[in-house]
């Protein structure tokens, strides 16, 4: 249904001012679901310019109909540091102001092959499911390496949890084990 609609996307860098200018603070995938209004798969078809044609290949998240008209008119700002190439896939997250689509380049952009399975299926199917909860994602740590990477937030009987499948599962118990090694090395 979407293949051939090509958009004119340019990238807006919010991190301009400031200490922010040169850092970008990595995210996780599900907060940045649930903070945009939008979220799609696309290619990068060419650059104009400072403006990027994209060919979406799915839409994620979004009023899919709006999608459609505003595409022959998506601007948005181009940054410097934002690389796209037309030989990868990316998920993009954004918001629209005015008729017009946003992102950024420092977390409003990633490259579709560093997205494992489960997030792809969690873009599709879960993290919706837990916007409610995302005071209790947190911030990247160690700790939370296995949650972020395999895993989403979701409520169950009124309270937030992490879920995940198999992977998630394995990865915790990797973790848990490395600890109790330090641990024990230690003590």
């Known amino acids: 249904m979407f293949t051939g609609i090509f958009l004119r996307f340019f990238i807006l860098e919010t991190f301009i001012m400031g ?5 970008c603070f ?17 290619n990068i078809h060419k650059r104009v310019r400072k403006a990027y044609y994209i060919e979406i290949h799915k839409i994620y998240k979004g009023n ?9 008119d998506l601007v948005i700002l181009d940054a410097d ?19 017009t689509l946003y992102t950024e380049s420092c977390n409003g ?21 837990g916007c409610h909860c995302l005071d209790q994602i947190g911030q990247y740590s160690h700790e939370l390496f296995c949650k972020w990477r395999y895993a989403h937030m979701h409520m169950l009987s009124g309270k937030c949890t992490w ?5 998630y599962i394995k990865c915790q118990g990797e973790w848990d084990l ?9 003590t």
Do not use: W
């Open 19 to 23: 200490a922010y200018s040169f850092y």
């Open 26 to 42: 990595y995210e996780n995938i599900q907060k940045q679901y649930c903070l945009n209004n939008f979220v799609l798969r696309a």
């Open 64 to 72: 899919i109909k709006k999608l459609n008209k505003l595409a022959d």
């Open 81 to 99: 540091n934002a690389h796209l190439n037309n030989t990868q896939e990316y998920v993009i997250f954004g918001d629209s102001k005015n008729g």
């Open 109 to 129: 952009i990633l490259p579709y092959s560093v997205v494992n399975d489960v997030q792809r299926t969690s873009l599709s199917e879960y993290y919706e499911r």
């Open 163 to 167: 879920l995940g499948p198999i992977p």
């Open 178 to 186: 490395q600890n109790r090694l330090v641990q024990n090395m230690t």
